[in-house]
């Protein structure tokens, strides 16, 4: 049976999201999604030129599956800090649980290159968060605006996330409760308040 251009180019990338959650990201080799999709290993690049455009188009797949776990939190009607706490405990849940899509999704080289609008994917998870912070703490501040507060705690949910899924926060912060990290982190960033 033969694929339309647009089906086999869907499935490529469809084969790449699942090697990458069951393989991670060292199984995203060209050859292994052509096999997987049932392709010779040459087909990939009649719709993806680079290697790196169809790991970002995998990458994408990503950022889309988190954008659905976190856009719900800007129509809830609850404490803005309750929401960036939420909106931090989603991030993290969808890293331990998609440890390989997070590991690509975070690759300096798919972002950098703006491939497939990566960049744009990322940015507009990015103003969740500036929302969500900007409810939280006001629109104006002269020293510290809605989006550098974002940015840093964005950074430390990165770290958190990240340090987590090697196993050296565990063993640095000596404890397993990664809520009470986010709690702290969230508290660090916006102030003592209920979260």
Do not use: C, K
């Not at 491939?115 to 969500?132: E, T």
Request: proline fraction near 4%.
């Amino acid at each position: 049976m033969q694929q339309s251009d647009g089906g086999l180019r869907t499935r490529l990338v469809e084969v790449g999201v699942d090697l990458v959650a069951r393989d991670g990201v060292g199984a995203l080799s060209l050859r292994e999604i052509a096999r997987g999709a049932g392709v010779s290993h040459g087909a990939p690049r009649r719709y993806f030129p680079t290697h790196q455009s169809l790991l970002a188009a995998i990458a994408q797949q990503g950022y889309r599956a988190l954008a659905r776990r976190i856009d719900p939190l800007l129509d809830r009607d609850t404490d803005p800090r309750a929401q960036v706490h939420e909106l931090g405990r989603e991030y993290l849940d969808f890293a331990r649980a998609n440890r390989g899509m997070f590991e690509l999704m975070f690759r300096h080289d798919l972002l950098r290159g703006n491939q497939i609008g990566l960049r744009d994917d990322s940015l507009r998870l990015f103003d969740v968060l500036v929302r969500l912070v900007e409810r939280a703490v006001g629109p104006t501040s002269s020293d510290r605006p809605p989006a550098v507060i974002a940015g840093a705690l964005w950074a430390n949910l990165q770290g958190i996330a990240q340090l987590h899924l090697w196993g050296s926060l565990q063993v640095a912060a000596q404890t397993e409760d990664v809520d009470l990290l986010l709690r702290t982190a969230v508290e660090a960033h916006l102030g003592s308040g209920r979260a």
